[in-house]
């Protein structure tokens, strides 16, 4: 599982959070269920009263990946958008953007 992912569904548990970031990646709800309970498993989280809760080793996942990405001041809260980040393109590469996605 990818680092950003499983921050995601680490915040999620933590903060009690909405789904949306994980269906607008294009997780259904199964995938984000098998996602939740991979983190059970994995000691990161635990079910008391059909209610999921963040552990110490959760916590302490969290704050690891956000060390390794270097993330400092605010970005260390606020999670960057997935959705909407592309691949890196070479230096002499052209863009020439559709022009339905011109909004001007």
């Given at each position: 599982?990818?680092?950003?992912?499983?921050?995601?569904?680490?915040k999620?548990?933590?903060?009690?959070?909405?789904?949306?970031p994980?269906?607008?990646?294009?997780?259904?709800?199964?995938?984000?269920?098998?996602?939740l309970?991979?983190?059970?498993?994995?000691?990161?989280?635990?079910?008391?009263?059909?209610?999921?809760?963040?552990?110490s080793?959760?916590?302490?996942?969290?704050?690891?990946?956000?060390?390794?990405?270097?993330?400092?001041?605010?970005?260390?809260?606020?999670?960057?958008?997935?959705?909407?980040?592309?691949?890196?393109?070479?230096?002499?590469f052209?863009?020439?953007?559709?022009?339905?996605?011109?909004?001007?």
């Amino acid at each position: 599982m990818n680092n950003d992912i499983q921050i995601i569904i680490l915040k999620i548990i933590k903060f009690n959070g909405d789904l949306n970031p994980l269906l607008e990646l294009g997780y259904s709800y199964t995938q984000i269920l098998e996602l939740l309970l991979n983190e059970v498993e994995k000691g990161n989280a635990i079910e008391k009263d059909d209610k999921i809760f963040i552990t110490s080793q959760g916590e302490n996942n969290i704050k690891e990946i956000i060390d390794k990405q270097g993330r400092k001041g605010i970005n260390k809260w606020i999670e960057p958008e997935i959705a909407s980040q592309i691949d890196k393109i070479d230096i002499d590469f052209v863009y020439l953007p559709s022009q339905r996605e011109l909004f001007f």
